[in-house]
């Protein structure tokens, strides 16, 4: 069943900014972790960061300091604020519900978005 749509996905220059949209149809949306998760061609899908019903947020080491995570739960959206973008996170990017942690790294479990496409040039 569909309950995540993405969107804002698109082709930026390296050094740009890009903001990521995730709307959620999900009862109990504020008290669930909501997290993005991105998957390049080729490559396995990688945990990009993360929010909990408390705000707590936590990132990849490889996007630290530029991405920022957030959500508004009177909307029902989860947010990703991207910037100084690189070519290297071009990717399909994925917004999850209910991510968990296991042995200290992120996870998605059942509930998807149909995905984004980023695509950052040179």
């Known amino acids: 069943q569909v309950q995540l749509v993405e969107s804002g996905g698109g082709l930026v220059q390296a050094g740009d900014s890009l903001t990521l949209s995730c709307a959620a149809s999900l009862r109990t949306f504020s008290s669930r972790a909501m997290g993005w998760f991105r998957q390049a061609p080729g490559k396995e899908r990688q945990f990009v960061a993360v929010?909990?019903?408390?705000?707590?947020?936590d990132y990849a080491v490889s996007v630290k300091g530029r991405f920022t995570i957030s959500r508004d739960n009177a909307k029902n959206t989860v947010y990703l604020q991207m910037s100084s973008l690189k070519p290297e996170d071009t990717a399909v990017y994925y917004c999850?519900?209910?991510?968990?942690?296991?042995?200290?790294?992120?996870?998605?479990?059942?509930?998807w978005g149909q995905g984004t496409q980023v695509t950052v040039s040179s």
């Open positions: 929010i909990t019903g408390s705000t707590s947020t």
């Open positions: 999850a519900a209910d991510v968990r942690a296991y042995g200290s790294r992120w996870y998605g479990h059942d509930i």
